[in-house]
């Protein structure tokens, strides 16, 4: 368990996962869902899809996730819309189900890269391409071997990023 970062920039629901508080992060979004708005639903869905999904409860977790891919969409929410994409390519991988993962997570970054958001892209693109490489790892690992590499160095990209973001907000 990490210790609580109350200067943390992180959200609250986030932080409680980071802490190890499981249980709370998911009653807080039980008590959140159909109560403030649907962009808040959005992220209870993807929270408790991802819940879900850690546990082994993957008809629970695809539920979630399809939720929240429908809700994104009718919100027109592309972020939404590529983060479910992910969590439904992450179950299908706890699966087992390589092929369907990668069509999901393909899905995603296809959709990701169509962001205007540099930082966004560069970070998500880095976690989407790292879950194709643990996909294709056994099967074609000279392609696993260029996704991982790829997402190192977009990783390496977004922290040089963010470090000049957080050295432009002290000025």
């Excluded at 210790?3 to 980071?18: I, K, N, R, V």
């Excluded at 546990?55 to 977790?61: I, N, Q, T, V």
């Excluded at 695809?62 to 983060?83: A, C, F």
Aim: glycine share 8%.
């Amino acid at each position: 368990m990490v210790a609580p970062e109350p200067q943390s920039d992180e959200e609250l629901h986030h932080q409680l996962g980071l802490w190890g508080y499981y249980a709370e992060q998911e009653n807080l979004y039980n008590a959140l869902l159909s109560k403030i708005d649907f962009p808040i639903d959005t992220v209870c869905y993807n929270g408790l899809g991802n819940i879900a999904d850690s546990r082994g409860e993957l008809d629970k977790a695809t539920h979630y996730h399809q939720q929240h891919l429908e809700l994104s969409k009718k919100l027109g929410d592309r972020q939404g819309e590529w983060m479910a994409l992910t969590g439904l390519g992450n179950v299908e991988k706890s699966r087992g189900r390589w092929k369907e993962a990668i069509t999901y997570y393909r899905q995603a970054l296809n959709m990701l890269e169509d962001s205007q958001d540099l930082a966004k892209l560069t970070q998500s693109g880095a976690i989407l391409l790292g879950n194709l490489a643990n996909v294709w790892r056994y099967h074609k690992p000279d392609e696993a071997l260029q996704l991982a590499t790829a997402a190192l160095e977009q990783f390496q990209t977004f922290s040089s990023l963010t470090h000049v973001e957080r050295k432009t907000r002290q000025l």
